[in-house]
């Protein structure tokens, strides 16, 4: 069973929308998102994270090498990524063995997204 289908479509939604306002305000990767519009990250990425986790394939954007090509992404700021989203995980009370599903998904995309 996919971890949409065991968790649903609003909990994966909150926790994308809470990961997003810290990572905005992160001093480690914030400046990755100056100019960018947080509600618009935020919608693209919980449609990139649902269909990640096995819910509809309604993600718009760009394929991920290309959305991330332009920025000097470092395996530091990926695990920095990773910290915020698993801390978000666990405030949202999502089981840990379902953390750990979505944080390993998150992790096999890491040569998508880190370029140095």
């Avoid at 996919?2 to 479509?9: L, N, Q, S, V, W």
């Avoid at 920025?71 to 999502?94: A, C, D, N, S």
Wanted: hydrophobic share 45%.
């Amino acid at each position: 069973m996919k971890i949409y289908e065991k968790i649903g479509e609003k909990p994966i939604k909150r926790a994308i929308e809470e990961f997003y306002k810290r990572a905005f305000v992160d001093p480690m990767i914030c400046h990755f998102f100056m100019g960018f519009d947080i509600v618009e990250i935020t919608e693209k990425q919980q449609a990139f994270a649902i269909a990640m986790l096995g819910g509809p394939k309604n993600y718009q954007g760009r394929p991920l090498k290309d959305a991330h090509l332009p920025f000097t992404i470092k395996r530091p700021h990926f695990g920095r990524r990773q910290v915020l989203m698993r801390q978000v995980l666990e405030e949202h009370k999502i089981a840990d063995d379902i953390i750990d599903e979505w944080m390993k998904l998150e992790q096999d995309l890491i040569s998508l997204i880190v370029n140095v």
